[in-house]
T-cell receptor, first 110, second 116 residues
């Protein structure tokens, strides 16, 4: 069983729509959760992290965490073509250790 | 603040040859990670250092891969001999050593390795 599971996509949404990306994890003791964006040929860049149950908003991005169900999601409101990228979910089961999912490719169509 | 530096950015070798990658983390970052990212997959941790000591190398193919972090600053990752399946991007990342539950790691630009 993989530590972190993501749907590989591609997820296609029209410009201006809400994109919803999901991630499940296996280690119930995981402490914190990260969403990275990775453009083709580039390294991952951190978008958001969350460590408490509930929602965390930052601009057009909202991270949602449900530890009981072991899932974390990322909502992107008013999606733009520039949001087209692969989104990686990372889980921090121990201090200073990270496990990554395989990523979901998002296509935002103009 | 300077980011994580890696070199070379690209490398093409033939199978059975050897190759080495270099990483210089952000100043003051005690923890250094080497990841392997195969096309279409997420980063897979190869080795994690805390200062100059190894914290986790459970997924490092030790028959061909080696890594060191002398003096607890920059690090090198070596592959000898390389196989076709080693073709990937090798990412170096660093973070502060922290007991916070939301410690952030910062990635370098990566080295794209092609093994022919």
């Amino acid at each position: 069983q993989k530590e972190v599971e993501q749907n590989s996509g591609p997820l296609s949404v029209p410009e201006g729509a809400i994109a919803s990306l999901n991630c499940t994890y296996s280690d119930r003791g995981s402490q914190s959760f990260f969403w990275y964006r990775q453009y083709s040929g580039k390294s991952p860049e951190l978008i958001m992290f969350i460590y408490s149950n509930g929602d965390k908003e930052d601009g057009r991005f909202t991270a949602q965490l449900n530890k009981a169900s072991q899932y974390v999601s990322l909502l992107i409101r008013d999606s733009q073509p520039s949001d087209s990228a692969t989104y990686l979910c990372a889980v921090n089961p121990l201090f200073n250790k990270f496990y990554f999912g395989s990523g979901t490719k998002l296509n935002v169509k103009p | 603040e300077a980011g994580v530096a890696q070199s070379p950015r690209y490398k093409i070798i033939e199978k059975r040859q050897s190759v080495a990658f270099w990483c210089n983390p952000i100043s003051g970052h005690a923890t250094l990670y080497w990841y392997q990212q195969i096309l279409g997959q997420g980063p897979k941790l190869l080795i994690q250092f805390q200062n100059n000591g190894v914290v986790d190398d459970s997924q490092l193919p030790k028959d061909r891969f080696s890594a060191e972090r002398l003096k607890g600053v920059d690090s090198t990752l070596k592959i000898q001999p390389a196989k076709l399946e080693d073709s990937a991007v090798y990412l170096c990342a660093s973070s502060l050593w922290s007991t916070r539950s939301y410690n952030e790691q910062f990635f370098g630009p990566g080295t794209r390795l092609t093994v022919l």
